[in-house]
């Protein structure tokens, strides 16, 4: 498998949802991310640590979808698989490292290619080893609330739907 297919895995099978996500059959990857009449699952993983700093990841360049863009670690919800054992997969393949998570929100995200359910988890940075999956992350950085918005600021590319999911931390919404 070369980087390009490990990064997009377009033959994976997702639940294909309705609005109230609600099963109502399947999808592959490929469809689901390329037509935003097909809703379907993943999750976003929000790190943070005991500086009160979220850990974003720079998307591999091989990506089709916001390559080389600034997120949160994020992934595909497999069809019938659950969204907590995802989140904890997603981590460890992306980043190499796991920790506790706690469900926070779930939001629907319309984008012009496609539609999904993000179900958001939250978990503590303890200063494990990061080992970046090249085929997946460019580099990884911790970033203050005055951090990122500077950094939009000056022109960096970051994914703004979670900046909502953001604030809400830093305002003290979600526990640690």
Known sequence: M??????????????????????IGEVIRKDANSNPKLTHREIAVII?????RILLQKRSGFKTVNPLMWSVTAGHILK???ALGTAHIELKEKLGFDTDLVFI??????????????????GK??????????????????????ELENFI????????????????????????
């Open 125 to 146: 940075y303890n200063n494990e080893e990061v080992k970046i999956e090249k085929a997946e992350v460019e580099e990884t950085r911790f970033f203050s609330k005055a």
């Open 80 to 82: 019938g698989d659950e």
């Open 2 to 23: 070369d980087q390009e297919e490990k990064a997009n895995q377009p033959g994976e099978i997702l639940d294909l949802v309705n609005g109230n996500d609600e099963i």
């Open 153 to 176: 600021k000056k022109g960096g590319d970051v994914n703004l739907k979670h900046l909502e999911i953001f604030n809400d931390y830093w305002q003290g919404e979600f526990s640690k």
């Open 48 to 52: 943070v640590d005991d500086k009160n």
């Open 105 to 122: 929100k779930k939001v629907l995200h319309k984008y012009p290619w496609e539609s999904h359910f993000m179900n958001y988890f939250l």
